[in-house]
C-alpha cells in the first residue's frame, strides 16, 4: 500500500506531502489544477517513462518520494533480495531530475537502478487508464491474467516441459556420442588393440628411464667402484682391527686415555661395514645384461612413441585407453541405448503434451467464465451491446503450455472485434478496463491501483456503476482514483482537492485534504459548476449520504 508521497520542486509543485490510507482515495479538481501531475511524480520515483525535466522552474532538482507499506510475504522482497538490498517493512523510494537532466534514485537511502525501481514498481503499483499499456491492455500479459481467474496451478506442467527439454537434450548427446564413436571405429579399434597389446603402466616411463640411465652410466663408474672395494676391503678393515687390538691392549695403564680413541675405532668399523655393504649394493645393481638394456630401452621409447602418436603424456596412457574403450562400449551398447532414451523422450513428450492439453481445457473453461463475467459486468456500465472475447490460439510450446491468450472486444454487434485499445473510444475503453479489473481483482493482491479519470466520458447511472465498482476493488486493498465525476467522488473513503493559485506571479499546484464539510463542497462544485448552489450542496450531500 502507498502509504506517502512527498513532492519537491516538480513542475509546479513547490512543497507537497501526501498521506494515503486503504480503501478508495480519490483526488478531484478543476482541469489543470495539477492532477495529472501528481501521476507524473508518481511515475517518475516509479521509474517508469514520462517527461524528460520535471524540474520546477527556478530550482536546481525536483525530488520525489513514495513510503509503501511491505508485508512479509511481498513479493517485492525477493527482487530486494536479488538486488542486494535489505528489505524492511517501510519501503522508501526516493528520485531526484537535476537541472541538468541528471537523474538518481534510492531505495532504503541505497543508490540502484532505474530497472530496478521497474521492477519494484510491477509489484506496487497498477495504473489503469486510456495509456494503459503496462498493465491490462498488454496483450504479452493476457494469458498470466487468464490463469490467474482460473486459478491454475501450472507446477506439474513446468515439470513435465522440464523433463521434455533433459529427455530431449539426453537423446540428443547419445546420438552425437554414436555418430561420433562410429567415425572413428576402426582407428578406436586398432589403437586400442595396440595400447592393450603395450599395455603401459603409471609411472612405468620415470622407472624405465632411472634404469636406463644407470646402466649407461655403469660402464663408466663400475672400475672405480671395483677397485674402492678392494682398498676397503684389502687394507682398511684390517688396519682399523689392528689399531683398536694394540689400543685395546694399552687402555688399562691409560688412565683412560684411550677410551674415546677406542670407541671412535669401534664406530668406524660399523660405518666401515655399511661402506662396504653399500659398495656392494652398488655393484649388484650396476651389473646388467647389455640385452637388457636393450631391451629396455626399445620398451621406453615404444611408450613415449605411442604417448607422442596420441598425444598424450607418458603416464597418461592407460587413462587414455579407458577413455578408447569407454567410447567403443558406447558404441556396442549405442544402439539399445538410443532406443531407450527416444522412448523417455516419447514418453516425455506424451506427458507434456497430456497435461499441455489439460491446460488448454482449463483456459477454454476459464475464458468462457471470464467472458461471461465480464458480460455482467459491462452492462450495468452501459455497454451491454459490447462483446468481450478471451480468445485462445496455439502457439509455440513452452513450460506454460501451448497456448496465446489474447482479450479482445466489439463495441456493437456485427462489429469487428480487436484489441481493446483500438477499438474502444476513451470513455468505452476505460469502462473495459474497470470491468475487467473486477472480474480479475483476485489475481492482483497487495498492488495499489491507480485510475486515471476511468469514468471520463459516463455519467449519470453509469458513473455512480463506475464508482461502485471501484469501491469494490478498495474494500481489500486500496485504490487511487482521479475523478471528474460526483458520483464517483462522493462513494471515495478519502477525499482530497487538487487546485492551483497564484503567489508572487508565480503559478503553483497544491493538494488539500476534505473534512466532511469541505466534500459537500467539492461535490456540489462538481455537480454545479463555477456557481454553487443550496440545489447542488443538497445533491452532494444526497450522494455522500448524509441528506
Not at 66 to 88: M, S, Y
Not at 488 to 509: C, I, M, N, P, Y
Amino acid at each position: 500500500m502507498l502509504r506517502a508521497l512527498n513532492i519537491r520542486d516538480v513542475l509546479i509543485i513547490d512543497r507537497l506531502d501526501l498521506a494515503f490510507r486503504p480503501g478508495l482515495n480519490v483526488l478531484t479538481g478543476e482541469t489543470g489544477a495539477g492532477k495529472s501531475i501528481l501521476l507524473d511524480a508518481l511515475g517518475f520515483v516509479l521509474g517508469w517513462r514520462g517527461r524528460s525535466e520535471l524540474v520546477r522552474s527556478g530550482a536546481q532538482q525536483g525530488e520525489v518520494t513514495a513510503v509503501f507499506d511491505l508485508p512479509p510475504d511481498h513479493p517485492a522482497r525477493a527482487i530486494l533480495a536479488e538486488a542486494g538490498l535489505e528489505a524492511e517493512d517501510d519501503l522508501v523510494l526516493r528520485r531526484v531530475n537535476f537541472v541538468d537532466g541528471r537523474k538518481s534514485a534510492f531505495v532504503n537511502d541505497r543508490r540502484v537502478s532505474g530497472e530496478v525501481l521497474r521492477d519494484l514498481s510491477d509489484t506496487l503499483v497498477e495504473l489503469h487508464g486510456q495509456h494503459d499499456d503496462r498493465g491490462l491492455l498488454n496483450p504479452r500479459g493476457h494469458r498470466a491474467l487468464l490463469d490467474s481467474f482460473a486459478a491454475l496451478d501450472l507446477q506439474p506442467l513446468r515439470a513435465a516441459w522440464r523433463a521434455r527439454s533433459a529427455a530431449r537434450s539426453a537423446l540428443a548427446q547419445a546420438e552425437a556420442a554414436v555418430a561420433a564413436a562410429q567415425a572413428e571405429e576402426g582407428f578406436l579399434s586398432h589403437a586400442v588393440a595396440e595400447l592393450d597389446k603395450l599395455a603401459p603402466e603409471p609411472g612405468e616411463d620415470a622407472v624405465l628411464d632411472a634404469r636406463r640411465r644407470t646402466m649407461q652410466a655403469s660402464a663408466r663408474i663400475g672400475a672405480d667402484i671395483a677397485r674402492a672395494r678392494a682398498a676397503l676391503g684389502d687394507g682398511a678393515e684390517a688396519a682399523i682391527v689392528n689399531a683398536h687390538r694394540w689400543l685395546e691392549g694399552a687402555s688399562p695403564q691409560a688412565q683412560g686415555l684411550l677410551d674415546a680413541p677406542l670407541a671412535a675405532l669401534a664406530r668406524a668399523l660399523i660405518e666401515l661395514e655399511d661402506a662396504q655393504s653399500g659398495v656392494d649394493d652398488a655393484l649388484t645393481a650396476l651389473d646388467f645384461d647389455p640385452a637388457e638394456l636393450e631391451a629396455l630401452e626399445e620398451r621406453l621409447f615404444a611408450i613415449r612413441a605411442m604417448a607422442r602418436k596420441h598425444a598424450v603424456l607418458p603416464d597418461d596412457l592407460g587413462t587414455h585407453l579407458a577413455r578408447m574403450k569407454s567410447t567403443l562400449a558406447t558404441l556396442e551398447s549405442g544402439t539399445k541405448q538410443l532406443k531407450l532414451l527416444a522412448k523417455a523422450v516419447t514418453d516425455a513428450e506424451a506427458q507434456y503434451t497430456r497435461l499441455a492439453k489439460l491446460v488448454t481445457v482449463q483456459r477454454t473453461e476459464a475464458a468462457q467464465r471470464l467472458d461471461a463475467a465480464m458480460a455482467a459486468e459491462l452492462a450495468p456500465l452501459k455497454m451491454e451491446r459490447a462483446l468481450f472475447t478471451t480468445n485462445l490460439t496455439a502457439g509455440e510450446p513452452g513450460p506454460e503450455g501451448v497456448d496465446t491468450a489474447t482479450f479482445t472486444v466489439a463495441t456493437n454487434p456485427g462489429a469487428p472485434s480487436g484489441a481493446l485499445n483500438k477499438i474502444a473510444s476513451g470513455g468505452e475503453l476505460s469502462r473495459f478496463l474497470l470491468a475487467l479489473k473486477v472480474c480479475l481483482t483476485g489475481s492482483t493482491s497487495g498492488l495499489t491501483m491507480i485510475f486515471d479519470e476511468i469514468d471520463r466520458g459516463v455519467g449519470g447511472a453509469t458513473a455512480d456503476a463506475v464508482g461502485r465498482r471501484l469501491k469494490q476493488l478498495s474494500s481489500s486493498g486500496q485504490v487511487l482514483v482521479v475523478t471528474h465525476s460526483p458520483q464517483v467522488a462522493a462513494l471515495g473513503d478519502h477525499h482530497w482537492r487538487v487546485e492551483k493559485r497564484v503567489l508572487a506571479e508565480q503559478t503553483l499546484s497544491t493538494v488539500l485534504a476534505l473534512d466532511p464539510a469541505d466534500r459537500v463542497e467539492e461535490i456540489a462544485r462538481m455537480l454545479a459548476g463555477d456557481t454553487v448552489t443550496e440545489a447542488a450542496r443538497a445533491a452532494a450531500k444526497s450522494l455522500l449520504g448524509q441528506g
